[in-house]
């Protein structure tokens, strides 16, 4: 019996109007008020976590590294579309409730967040994916430190306010809402899912399987390194765009050690090279100390003993390098019908 395989357009299509109606379901229930506007805003936490999420994956669990610069990533994005979106009339828009006027400025602070990011992100993969292991994170970890001593004393260094120091960036429109946040996870999914489904793609799980014997077989190591590198930097300054606009002010201090090590736990737990991991592991993990605050003083001993205890029976994670595709379970309806019809006759 032939296996009835779904076109790949087809495959597309399903995925887009199972996002559209994920989307519309909990829009309505927004607009409704049965999800409060609390709750919402804890929506828009977990879009912008898994959005640091997926993009971290990329460099630890489709290539095989271990950078600790995450939120430094984060930070220049955060602080790049801060800095323009307070340049602009955006604050003045939104108060008048012109939405499509805004729309060009939010597209221009998030393609320029991540573009700045990413640039990051080049200058210091070429020297740093030279190196591996132990010796790649602590160079990435100082990277990252670099940053919020930066964003802390540069203002002094200039001799004007430009990221206003220790006191922090205020007053920055806040443009992040549902729809964007749900609208920026879903593509940047996308881009990442399209980019590993591609020879591209084939090319880093290669150097994360073996990278010497990728290299023997033509596989251009750095520059996929690199690209990884960049794309996985690029996506981390959108969050910290999404984030800048969520919150409306940033301090330095946010971006600290901690918060790397924050974003690979989310990885980590999901599992190392699982999308989908990734985004259960981030939705859980920014909700469930929402959903203990009732018995605060234990909160984050039961949050600490949940990871230790995934670690002890888990250790590759929720799902291991695991990627659920609806397509998939469709194609298996499918051929399980064929075949019970063929019984049948």
Not at 256 to 283: D, H, N, R
Request: contains cysteine; proline residues 3%.
């Amino acid at each position: 019996m032939n296996s009835k395989r779904i076109p790949m357009p087809a495959r597309y299509l399903i995925n887009l109007l199972l996002t559209v109606l994920l989307w519309a379901a909990l829009f309505s229930q927004i607009e409704n008020g049965n999800i409060s506007r609390y709750w919402s805003g804890i929506l828009v936490t977990v879009g912008i976590n898994i959005i640091l999420a997926v993009s971290l994956n990329m460099a630890t669990g489709y290539l095989g590294q271990l950078p600790l610069g995450h939120a430094g990533f984060m930070a220049v994005g955060a602080y790049t579309g801060g800095i323009f979106m307070k340049a602009t009339p955006l604050a003045d828009l939104l108060k008048a409730g012109d939405t499509m006027g805004c729309l060009p400025y939010i597209l221009v602070a998030l393609l320029i967040s991540g573009l700045m990011a990413g640039l990051f992100g080049l200058i210091i993969g070429i020297p740093a994916l030279r190196l591996k292991g132990d010796y790649l994170a602590i160079i990435t970890l100082g990277f990252g430190e670099i940053i919020r001593v930066v964003l802390t004393n540069i203002d002094s260094v200039l001799g004007f306010k430009f990221t206003y120091g220790a006191s922090g960036l205020k007053r920055i429109p806040k443009i992040a809402d549902f729809t964007l946040v749900f609208v920026c996870v879903a593509l940047t999914c996308l881009i990442i899912h399209m980019l590993m489904k591609s020879r591209h793609g084939r090319a880093i799980l290669s150097i994360r399987e073996n990278e010497i014997a990728a290299e023997a077989c033509g596989v251009h190591t750095t520059y996929y390194k690199v690209m990884a590198f960049v794309m996985s930097a690029f996506f981390a300054g959108v969050a910290g765009c999404l984030y800048a606009g969520y919150l409306g002010s940033l301090y330095p201090s946010t971006f600290k050690f901690m918060k790397s090590i924050e974003i690979l736990v989310l990885v980590v737990l999901g599992g190392m090279g699982s999308m989908l991991g990734s985004i259960l592991s981030a939705t859980v993990l920014t909700v469930l100390p929402e959903l203990l605050r009732g018995v605060a003083e234990y909160r984050m001993v039961a949050y600490s003993l949940l990871l230790v205890l995934m670690m002890i029976f888990r250790p590759k994670g929720l799902l291991g390098t695991y990627d659920f595709s609806m397509s998939r379970v469709l194609e298996r309806i499918l051929n399980g019908a064929k075949k019970g019809k063929e019984v049948a006759k």
